[in-house]
């Protein structure tokens, strides 16, 4: 069975430029998350999707951050304009059922010069 | 929000010892996870718990979920050096609704 699947691998950009991040989840999953994890601390939920609907988006920096997955499936997550607090690794997971069994993405590494 | 304390921070330990690293909340968590984190790559799970007082193994980790729902430890027996990476415990405060919640991570490091 395909784990969940991140790109790209790493990024490179200058503060208030744009990036964006994709994320396919694994097959049959209908939820999906997306991470941010800075250097040296456990991840941090950004948003939660059940389907192609958002379930908790409350730690979402929503005047940068957004995300969207529109046909329940794949989902990006996009930062306008990015922020040299945004050097992060970006996690997406994905779970079939039940509290807690979420399987990570190896993640996509941000920095921001 | 809910936080969730790990420790020891990090841990160096000789190559067949046994180790243990708990997590601890002053909030009551639904679930209890326990996952490890290589260079690069993201978290994998490792044992999951869903009732307090729940003692699980997965070869020679075990964990345990805490009478309190409030903490719960990871062993890990004979280490190996390929038991070194980060640990984590994540934990579920809504039941039903998936959310964890991240301790800041135990960093094993194993002396050959």
């Not at chain 1, 939660?48 to 940068?64: A, H, T």
């Given at each position: 069975e395909a784990g969940v699947a991140q790109s790209p691998?790493?990024?490179?950009?200058?503060?208030?430029?744009?990036?964006?991040?994709w994320c396919n989840p694994i097959s049959g999953h209908a939820t999906l998350y997306w991470y941010q994890q800075i250097l040296g601390q456990g991840p941090k939920l950004l948003i939660?999707?059940?389907?192609?609907?958002?379930?908790?988006?409350?730690?979402?920096?929503?005047?940068?951050f957004s995300a969207e997955r529109l046909k329940g499936v794949d989902s990006t997550l996009k930062i306008q304009p990015a922020k040299l607090e945004d050097s992060a690794v970006y996690l997406c997971a994905s779970s079939l059922e039940g509290p807690g069994k979420q399987y990570f993405g190896p993640g996509t590494r941000l920095t921001v010069t | 929000g809910q936080q969730l304390n790990q420790s020891p921070q990090s841990m160096f330990i000789q190559e067949g010892e046994d180790v243990s690293m708990n997590c601890t909340s002053s909030s009551i968590f639904n679930t209890w996870l326990w996952y490890k984190q290589d260079p690069g790559e993201?978290?994998?799970?490792?044992?999951?718990?869903y009732k307090a007082g729940e003692l699980t193994s997965n070869g020679r980790l075990t964990a345990q979920f805490g009478i309190t729902r409030k903490d719960s430890f990871l062993n890990i027996s004979?280490?190996?050096?390929?038991?070194?990476?980060?640990?984590?415990?994540?934990?579920?405060?809504?039941?039903?609704?998936?959310m964890l919640t991240f301790g800041g991570g135990t960093r094993l490091m194993v002396k050959p």
């Open positions: 691998r790493y990024k490179i950009i200058e503060k208030r430029q744009s990036v964006a991040f939660q999707f059940q389907n192609n609907g958002v379930v908790d988006d409350s730690q979402l920096p929503k005047d940068r | 993201g978290p994998v799970l490792l044992i999951a718990l004979a280490s190996i050096p390929s038991d070194v990476g980060i640990y984590f415990c994540a934990g579920d405060p809504l039941g039903a609704g998936n």
